[in-house]
């Protein structure tokens, strides 16, 4: 489980597992999120998301509402990147952000810095006033972190990214929501944070950030040594669990068959 | 009834310099970029623009246009950041309202409303209000008791949209998925000029497509001109998508200072048919 070799896995016993890529976990962590969600909007940001989004409906989820990635909700499931054929809804932006406000829709989203309470930035790096770096700005970050529930995938675990504390708080963290009062805690809800070396929720204590899984092949020591503040941790962290063969192939043969999953993780 | 077509010269000879001006569209997508291209060849200045921002932002930063900025992104969509939009605020350029997306459209909202403002649950504890110490909360006067933001109305002097079709009265029609929120910018602002790639006659305009595309009346318009391709390089489907190439030759270009002035002689130096005819060329050189 905390072998330091990566490909020190293909010695497994498992022969199927063996094969399987990070990437393949990275989209399996990030569709359990999507577990038991019912009739929600799954609005995932990046590639891998998008994946494991259209994996849960496939399979355990399949109430699961799901967009073009523009104005329209699909009723098929088209590989990532190929046209839908079905639609069953409209979702312009005023209704999108509408949907939000409503909380029937788990967003996840990405994360130039994240702190360990969950609070997250897109918007710029250094001072805001005068950025060193400006990003995207916070665009829906704000509205989506205290109205529906919120999982952030970040695709390159580091601690430029995993920081002790975010330059702009775009995305709410659980200690900023407690501060600002009940209007702002009523439908927060931070589910987990699914990175390129594990899995992780915000179970610890007062909310703060805790390893849940590690991909196969990472351990701990990485994942500190990756992450810019104390992370919680529980005395045996498991891996992240396995495909089963049915999903490998979906992931592989329907919703990825050009592989773009393995373009966003690193081996 | 009144015949509202103007050129896009005329329309900016409507607009003056320290205005706030409200743009349509949604980041690389149905910019009204010819009227932003005439705005270019201008003496206006100093403007207070209020945007989901696009290529519009990144033209008017780079060009020193902007005084204030109200958003809550500016972005290429294909390309994430908007390098000239990048560089004018790591310069200072100008100041910023970062507000976030739904913040805004309650803004919207609240302007075409004539409210002074819309509550809304987002902004709290996140630094938006941290960094815009302008704004306040209020709270509910119902038994819930809850503190919400209040977004202040979001009113414009001027704004400028971009639509597929319209007629020469101002009433204007949106044939793709996404009305963004053209139909507000238009309802929040003293006055309000739509560019179109076609006029049509008002017959023809529900003719092919049903009555809901009409997003904008005649009524919250001032002005309208036929400016086919008046959104290029964004997306105005379905006349067309975004160019691609072009795109990144924008933003590649806008990353050089001397690849820049470049861009500028070659693509903005010119009128709206002198563009046109660049793009064209250069498309064909790409071959």
Same mark, same amino acid.
């Given at each position: 489980?905390?072998?330091?070799?990566?490909?020190?896995?293909?010695?497994?016993?498992?022969?199927?597992?063996?094969?399987?890529?990070?990437?393949?976990?990275?989209?399996?962590?990030?569709?359990?999120?999507?577990?038991?969600?019912?009739?929600?909007?799954?609005?995932?940001?990046?590639?891998?998301?998008?994946?494991?989004?259209?994996?849960?409906?496939?399979?355990?989820?399949?109430?699961?509402?799901?967009?073009?990635?523009?104005?329209?909700?699909?009723?098929?499931? !088209?590989?990532?990147?190929?046209?839908?054929?079905?639609?069953?809804?409209?979702?312009?932006?005023?209704?999108?952000?509408?949907?939000?406000?409503?909380?029937?829709?788990?967003?996840?989203?990405?994360?130039?810095?994240?702190?360990?309470?969950?609070?997250?930035?897109?918007?710029?790096?250094?001072?805001?006033?005068?950025?060193?770096?400006?990003?995207?700005?916070?665009?829906?970050?704000?509205?989506?972190?205290?109205?529906?529930?919120?999982?952030?995938?970040?695709?390159?675990?580091?601690?430029?990214?995993?920081?002790?504390?975010?330059?702009?708080?775009?995305?709410?963290?659980?200690?900023?929501?407690?501060?600002?009062?009940?209007?702002?805690?009523?439908?927060?809800?931070?589910?987990?944070?699914?990175?390129?070396?594990?899995?992780?929720?915000?179970?610890?204590?007062?909310?703060?950030?805790?390893?849940?899984?590690?991909?196969?092949?990472?351990?701990?020591?990485?994942?500190?040594?990756?992450?810019?503040?104390?992370?919680?941790?529980?005395?045996?962290?498991?891996?992240?669990?396995?495909?089963?063969?049915?999903?490998?192939?979906?992931?592989?043969?329907?919703?990825?068959?050009?592989?773009?999953?393995?373009?966003?993780?690193?081996? | 009834?009144?015949?509202?077509?103007?050129?896009?010269?005329?329309?900016?000879?409507?607009?003056?310099?320290?205005?706030?001006?409200?743009?349509?569209?949604?980041?690389?997508?149905?910019? !009204?970029?010819?009227?932003?291209?005439?705005?270019?060849?201008?003496?206006?200045?100093?403007?207070?623009?209020?945007?989901?921002?696009?290529?519009?932002?990144?033209?008017?930063?780079?060009?020193?246009?902007?005084?204030?900025?109200?958003?809550?992104?500016?972005?290429?969509?294909?390309?994430?950041?908007?390098?000239?939009?990048?560089?004018?605020?790591?310069?200072?350029?100008?100041?910023?309202?970062?507000?976030?997306?739904?913040?805004?459209?309650?803004?919207?909202?609240?302007?075409?409303?004539?409210?002074?403002?819309? !509550?809304?649950?987002?902004?709290?504890?996140?630094?938006?209000?941290?960094?815009?110490?302008?704004?306040?909360?209020?709270?509910?006067?119902?038994?819930?008791?809850?503190?919400?933001?209040?977004?202040?109305?979001?009113?414009?002097?001027?704004?400028?949209?971009?639509?597929?079709?319209?007629?020469?009265?101002?009433?204007?029609?949106?044939?793709?998925?996404?009305?963004?929120?053209?139909?507000?910018?238009?309802?929040?602002?003293?006055?309000?000029?739509?560019?179109?790639?076609?006029?049509?006659?008002?017959?023809?305009?529900?003719?092919?497509?049903?009555?809901?595309?009409?997003?904008?009346?005649?009524?919250?318009?001032?002005?309208?001109?036929?400016?086919?391709?008046?959104?290029?390089?964004?997306?105005?489907?379905?006349?067309?998508?975004?160019?691609?190439?072009?795109?990144?030759?924008?933003?590649?270009?806008?990353?050089?200072?001397?690849?820049?002035?470049?861009?500028?002689?070659?693509?903005?130096?010119?009128?709206?048919?002198?563009?046109?005819?660049?793009?064209?060329?250069?498309?064909?050189?790409?071959?």
């Amino acid at each position: 489980m905390t072998q330091t070799d990566p490909t020190a896995a293909a010695g497994a016993p498992e022969a199927a597992a063996s094969s399987v890529t990070r990437a393949e976990y990275c989209v399996i962590a990030c569709a359990e999120a999507w577990r038991g969600a019912g009739e929600i909007l799954a609005s995932p940001m990046g590639t891998v998301p998008a994946i494991a989004a259209r994996l849960a409906k496939l399979t355990f989820s399949p109430d699961l509402l799901l967009t073009d990635g523009e104005a329209l909700l699909i009723g098929d499931v !088209p590989a990532v990147g190929a046209p839908s054929a079905v639609t069953e809804g409209w979702l312009p932006y005023r209704r999108h952000l509408t949907m939000a406000m409503g909380g029937r829709r788990h967003v996840m989203m990405g994360a130039s810095q994240i702190d360990r309470f969950g609070n997250q930035n897109i918007s710029c790096i250094g001072d805001w006033e005068r950025p060193r770096r400006q990003l995207l700005g916070v665009r829906g970050a704000p509205v989506n972190t205290l109205n529906n529930p919120v999982s952030y995938w970040i695709p390159r675990h580091s601690k430029r990214v995993f920081v002790e504390k975010v330059d702009m708080i775009s995305g709410v963290g659980y200690d900023s929501a407690a501060a600002a009062g009940p209007s702002a805690t009523r439908f927060h809800d931070l589910r987990r944070v699914v990175s390129d070396l594990g899995v992780f929720d915000f179970g610890a204590a007062d909310h703060a950030m805790r390893l849940v899984s590690l991909h196969p092949g990472v351990t701990v020591e990485q994942v500190r040594e990756s992450t810019g503040f104390r992370l919680a941790e529980a005395d045996e962290v498991p891996c992240t669990r396995e495909p089963t063969a049915e999903e490998l192939r979906l992931i592989r043969d329907v919703v990825d068959p050009r592989g773009l999953r393995e373009r966003e993780v690193r081996p | 009834m009144t015949d509202k077509t103007m050129t896009p010269d005329a329309i900016v000879g409507r607009l003056r310099s320290g205005m706030t001006l409200g743009i349509g569209g949604w980041g690389s997508r149905r910019k !009204p970029m010819a009227l932003v291209r005439a705005l270019l060849r201008s003496g206006i200045t100093d403007l207070t623009v209020v945007a989901y921002g696009g290529p519009d932002i990144g033209l008017l930063a780079a060009a020193g246009k902007i005084r204030k900025l109200v958003t809550a992104f500016t972005t290429l969509d294909s390309i994430p950041l908007e390098p000239h939009f990048r560089a004018a605020r790591e310069r200072g350029a100008f100041e910023l309202v970062e507000l976030d997306e739904a913040m805004f459209m309650q803004g919207l909202t609240a302007g075409a409303q004539r409210l002074p403002f819309l !509550p809304i649950r987002a902004g709290l504890g996140s630094d938006v209000l941290r960094v815009n110490p302008q704004l306040r909360t209020v709270t509910s006067p119902y038994e819930d008791g809850e503190e919400l933001v209040a977004v202040p109305a979001l009113r414009m002097d001027a704004a400028l949209v971009h639509l597929n079709r319209a007629d020469r009265l101002g009433n204007a029609q949106y044939l793709g998925p996404d009305p963004y929120f053209d139909d507000l910018f238009c309802e929040a602002s003293d006055t309000a000029y739509v560019s179109c790639e076609r006029i049509v006659a008002s017959s023809e305009l529900t003719e092919q497509a049903a009555p809901q595309t009409m997003l904008i009346s005649r009524h919250a318009v001032t002005g309208v001109t036929e400016t086919p391709g008046g959104a290029h390089f964004t997306s105005c489907v379905p006349d067309y998508g975004r160019d691609e190439p072009f795109q990144k030759a924008y933003a590649t270009a806008a990353g050089d200072p001397d690849a820049w002035k470049e861009f500028e002689d070659r693509f903005l130096t010119g009128t709206e048919q002198d563009y046109q005819a660049a793009v064209q060329a250069w498309h064909k050189e790409q071959r």
